[in-house]
């Protein structure tokens, strides 16, 4: 439901429907997918299995990390600010 709310947030910002509203939909599950997929691995690397919450609090970092860029940044710059969002919320160096 947070997944879904997010993009009327993120499309509907644009106050219309167009190819804007449609690439704010896109990089917002681009990045949310990225970081939840980020954070499964990073938690299956350091514990030995992943879990559904930390595949959830990848994807929410991935959210919460692609607002403030979802007009400006596309699908490749969605992937590199969702695998950022895990790395830094789970503690991993990005450098």
Known sequence: MLWVGWFGFNSGSELAADGTAGMAMAVTH????MAGFTWRLIEWSSRG???????????VAGLVAITPAFGFVGPVGALAIGLASACCATGVPTA
Do not use: E, M, N, Y
Not at 30 to 33: E, F, G, K, T, V
Not at 54 to 59: K, M, P, S
């Open 30 to 33: 681009i990045s949310a997918a």
């Open 49 to 59: 299995k992943p879990s559904a919450l930390g595949i959830v609090t990848g994807a």
